[in-house]
């Protein structure tokens, strides 16, 4: 069946640097929906993306579609503490109403 | 508007007892959707349902049955629990491309 891999599973990373997790599909998406869970709480949608070659921009977080529709990237730049929390991808093919969700990059900031 | 709701919030169940989590919702969605999470295998769809009166399996089905007989109300229920099901279940509902979370049942099985 489809499958959604997340990498990586777990990054650190000072407060102010950088941040990027990656999904990949092994079939062609119809699209993808990016998600996040503060610790202790539930995913909250941040966005989701349609076209191939997709670029979305909110604040410093940036989301990109890759051309293929097979694989998807969050870039966060210049992190805060306020990110902290586990990102996860949603992806679904065309004629489904469900989504499979990736295994999360659970990201840590240090002050 | 209180979005989606679950209950109860912790649950303790020893081995072979039964039980159903309830997920509500007020926002007049027909998507509706449970999904266990386990430490470092995300999220993983147990049941989905596309309208009052339907359901379908998702990727982890076994062991649970799902109930829609009121769009706004999706019951999940253990018939037999064992250890296994021990996690944290979510409920979400469904309006275009996004899904609203419930907060979560807490639920360890001894």
């Known amino acids: 069946g489809q499958q959604v891999m997340q990498i990586p599973q777990y990054q650190h990373v000072q407060e102010g640097e950088d941040f990027t997790t990656y999904c990949n599909s092994s079939t062609t998406l119809s699209n993808i929906q990016w998600y996040k869970q503060r610790p202790g709480g539930h995913p909250v949608f941040l966005i989701q993306l349609v076209k191939s070659g997709e670029v979305k921009k909110q604040k410093r977080l940036t989301f990109q579609f890759g051309e293929a529709k097979k694989n998807s990237s969050l870039h966060i730049t210049a992190t805060q503490t306020t990110d902290v929390g586990t990102y996860f991808c949603g992806a679904s093919t065309s004629g489904t109403y469900k989504y499979i969700f990736g295994t999360g990059t659970r990201l840590k900031v240090l002050a | ?110």
């Open chain 2, 1 to 110: 508007n209180a979005g989606v709701t679950q209950t109860p919030k912790f649950r303790v169940l020893k081995t072979g007892q039964s039980m159903t989590l309830l997920c509500a919702q007020d926002m007049n969605h027909e998507y509706m959707y449970w999904y266990r999470q386990d430490p470092g295998m995300g999220l993983r769809l147990i049941h989905y349902s596309v309208g009052e009166g339907t359901t379908a399996k998702g990727e982890v089905p076994d062991g649970y049955n799902v109930s829609r007989l009121k769009k706004q109300n999706f019951l999940l229920g253990l018939e037999s629990a064992a250890p296994s099901q021990t996690s944290v279940y979510f409920c979400a509902s469904r309006d275009g491309p996004r899904e609203y979370f419930g907060p979560g049942t807490r639920l360890t099985v001894t």
